[in-house]
């Protein structure tokens, strides 16, 4: 009886610990009874019933799946070896356990196929610098495709894009010759950058070097006017003074004569090319004028009347005309 007892309870101790099932916060459990899909259990503790039902638990976290490398021709016919990485996530349990026997491998299987038809539609230079439109494109497709499992492909990431040893010195030496090309084409900038500099600064400083000069002969001929005009002013001046002085004071012939000698020596000394004769050479070619005039009249030195016809007395007032 005790023993019945004992195993009463111990059977129904083992009763109460099978009918409850832990959950962690990453995961769903889905519940089986006989077989058949009865409901799906969220994180906690949770009640089942004993021998009846089962619990499978379905992990929801993003999962990395790696794609095997493979051989895939491009569009130039070049063989390049791919593999990429995908990230996935359930978010369907019910659909990845119950559509898809392994969503992981299938999954897989067709990113490979994908990816080869991808990059046989491209040529190499168009792979290898495409990364991004390739990893674009191919989660696409597989969103697309496994959405109906129940998971979404998050991303996928390109690996590896490696052609084979020669096409990698091909292009290893083409890299080397265009970066060679782009110094050279950026030596040639700088020294024409250079050169346009130079010579821009060339031509401003002959620019400030001629308005320099330009404004410094302005400034000169300015002094040089101002110069000339104060002295003409000052001449004018003094000629006024005199001839004010002289007229006041209504100065002899003496007083005439006395200027008329003090500007000698200033008139001797200019450079002009006009020539001043003093007062008594010009009285004396005045009279000599006169006489070859009466010369050349017949009046004088002999000339008929001359001798019967006296002169007019001094003093005397000259003869009336004749009508």
Do not use: C
């Not at 016919?77 to 990845?96: G, H, K």
């Not at 046989?120 to 168009?126: I, S, V």
Request: a neutral charge; glycine letters at 8%.
């Amino acid at each position: 009886m005790i023993i019945f007892v004992a195993a009463l309870v111990f059977f129904a101790f083992i009763m109460v610990g099978m009918s409850f099932r832990v959950i962690r916060p990453f995961e769903k459990g889905l519940v089986e009874r006989l077989g058949k899909y009865q409901r799906m259990l969220d994180s906690g503790l949770n009640v089942i019933i004993p021998f009846f039902d089962s619990v499978i638990k379905v992990d929801m976290r993003e999962m990395v799946l790696e794609v095997p490398s493979q051989m895939v021709i491009t569009k130039d016919n070049v063989v390049v070896e791919v593999d990429a990485v995908i990230y996935a996530q359930v978010t369907d349990p019910v659909r990845s356990r119950y559509e898809i026997f392994n969503y992981n491998l299938a999954a897989t299987k067709l990113a490979q196929t994908n990816l080869r038809n991808i990059i046989g539609d491209m040529e190499l230079d168009q792979s290898l610098t495409s990364r991004d439109a390739i990893n674009a494109q191919l989660r696409d497709v597989l969103d697309t495709a496994t959405d109906k499992w129940g998971v979404r492909v998050n991303r996928v990431e390109l690996q590896r894009i490696d052609p084979p040893q020669d096409i990698t010195d091909a292009m290893s030496q083409q890299m080397k010759a265009e970066r060679l090309k782009r110094a050279n084409i950026l030596g040639a900038e700088g020294f024409k950058q250079a050169a346009i500099l130079k010579a821009e600064g060339g031509k401003q400083a002959v620019i400030l070097e001629a308005e320099g000069k330009s404004e410094a002969i302005k400034r000169v001929a300015e002094a040089e006017k101002y110069r000339q005009v104060t002295v003409a002013e000052g001449e004018a001046g003094a000629i006024m003074n005199v001839f004010t002085a002289i007229h006041n004071g209504k100065a002899t012939e003496d007083v005439i004569m006395l200027k008329y000698l003090e500007a000698l020596p200033k008139i001797a000394n200019g450079q002009a090319s006009k020539l001043f004769l003093p007062l008594e050479t010009s009285k004396m070619l005045g009279s000599l004028a006169a006489a070859v005039e009466a010369v050349a009249s017949g009046k004088g030195f002999g000339g008929q009347g001359s001798e019967n016809k006296p002169g007019p007395k001094p003093g005397a007032a000259p003869p009336a005309p004749q009508a």
